[in-house]
């Protein structure tokens, strides 16, 4: 069974940044893709941030320029960094991995933007 683990979020102003961690079980080599969504309350949950083996990135229209994907594969780890954050931001993270066969989840971290 694989784990993800989100780290990272927290309360912080708009215009400020965080830093979202997503720890893997295992290699992150054997996902297909790893990405983000997010869910706020009352919406349903939207990939925010995705990254596939090979290197390809693809974001969110309202996230371009202000967050990045990335992942260390020593620590099996993958990361957003979002900036110049809005409270159109706030929502619960989650880390999202994929293979062929099955996908998994984290189980979220809060992130909440205040005016």
């Known amino acids: 069974q694989v784990q993800l683990v989100e780290s990272g979020g927290g309360l912080v102003q708009a215009g400020g940044s965080l830093r979202l961690s997503c720890a893997a079980s295992?290699?992150?080599?054997?996902?297909?893709?790893m990405g983000w969504y997010r869910q706020a309350p009352g919406r349903q949950r939207e990939l925010v941030a995705l990254?596939?083996?090979?290197?390809?990135?693809n974001y969110e229209d309202s996230v371009k320029g202000r967050f990045t994907i990335s992942r260390d594969n020593a620590k099996n780890t993958v990361y957003l960094q979002m900036s110049s954050l809005e409270p159109g931001d706030t929502a619960v993270y989650y880390c999202?991995?994929?293979?062929?066969?099955?996908?998994?989840w984290g189980q979220g971290t809060q992130v909440t933007v205040s005016s």
């Open positions: 295992r290699s992150i080599f054997s996902f297909n893709a």
């Open positions: 990254l596939t083996s090979p290197g390809n990135t």
């Open positions: 999202n991995a994929v293979t062929l066969a099955t996908y998994y």
